[in-house]
């Protein structure tokens, strides 16, 4: 005989591990990527989205929100790219007409 209590318990824990939802705060929609807080909160925070933080430090993100973190991520290493190009300015302006003619 199974308490009602457990059987509740287990069908929670179940669906934690299957569903998860997104951490953008009024976001509804299931989760595709588990991130690491401590590399994608400045991401998400540079794409205007505010989460809910939890004790995994993880940031769940549906595919939607996921895209718009990912594109600041890209845009940022392009930064971080061109700033190291900015050390030898020769390079920097050839980079830079080198990309205009494409
Ligand atoms: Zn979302």
């Not at 976001?27 to 690491?36: D, G, K, N, P």
């Not at 895209?67 to 790219?81: H, L, P, Y």
């Amino acid at each position: 005989m199974k308490f009602p209590k457990e059987l509740r318990e287990k069908k929670d824990l179940g669906d934690l591990a299957k569903n998860k939802k997104c951490s953008i705060n009024d976001c509804r929609e299931i989760a595709v990527r588990s991130l690491s807080e401590n590399s994608w909160k400045k991401y998400v925070e540079k794409a205007g989205l505010k989460y809910n933080t939890n004790s995994r430090h993880k940031i769940f993100l549906c595919k939607i929100h996921y895209n718009q973190s990912n594109k600041i991520r890209k845009s940022q290493e392009k930064m971080f790219q061109k700033k190291g190009f900015l050390d030898n300015s020769n390079a920097v302006k050839k980079g830079k007409w080198d990309s205009l003619r494409d």
